[in-house]
């Protein structure tokens, strides 16, 4: 059973910083991609970042674009999301998932994803 589940969230204040966490069972990071997506209260769910499995090739949308860093751990079935300068707009849930591939358009077409972790809440105050 593939899972994946995400941990790290938290509340803290503007210009702070998170790591979040991805971890998954039931396949390996050899193929495809992860993407972190988030959506804040009332909102639709958007793309924030993504990480090739094979290539390490990224995206960032430009909303983070400069303040978030994606990297991958392999050998441990992880991915994380390092947030710094964090903005009260980064509050939301961030949710952890895997498209075929790692690109804007891949991320676009969240809801064709069938696997996805619980979330973990971020919330940044002013």
């Known amino acids: 059973e593939v899972q994946l589940v995400e941990s790290g969230g ?25 993407g972190w997506f988030r959506q804040a209260p009332g909102k639709e769910r958007e793309g924030v970042s ?6 390490g090739i990224t995206y960032y949308s430009d909303s983070v ?17 390092q947030m ?4 009260p707009e980064d509050t939301g849930n961030y949710y952890c998932a895997a498209p075929v591939g790692c690109s804007s358009t891949y ?5 064709y994803l069938e696997t996805w972790g619980q979330g973990t809440r971020v919330t940044v105050s002013s």
């Open 10 to 34: 938290g509340l803290v204040q503007a210009g702070g910083t998170l790591r979040l966490s991805c971890a998954a069972s039931g396949f390996t990071f050899d193929e495809g991609a992860i």
């Open 84 to 87: 710094n300068s964090l903005k």
């Open 50 to 55: 993504c990480i090739s499995s094979s290539d």
């Open 107 to 111: 991320l676009s077409r969240w809801r």
């Open 65 to 81: 674009k400069g303040r978030f860093t994606i990297s991958s751990d392999n050998a441990k079935n992880t991915v994380y999301l």
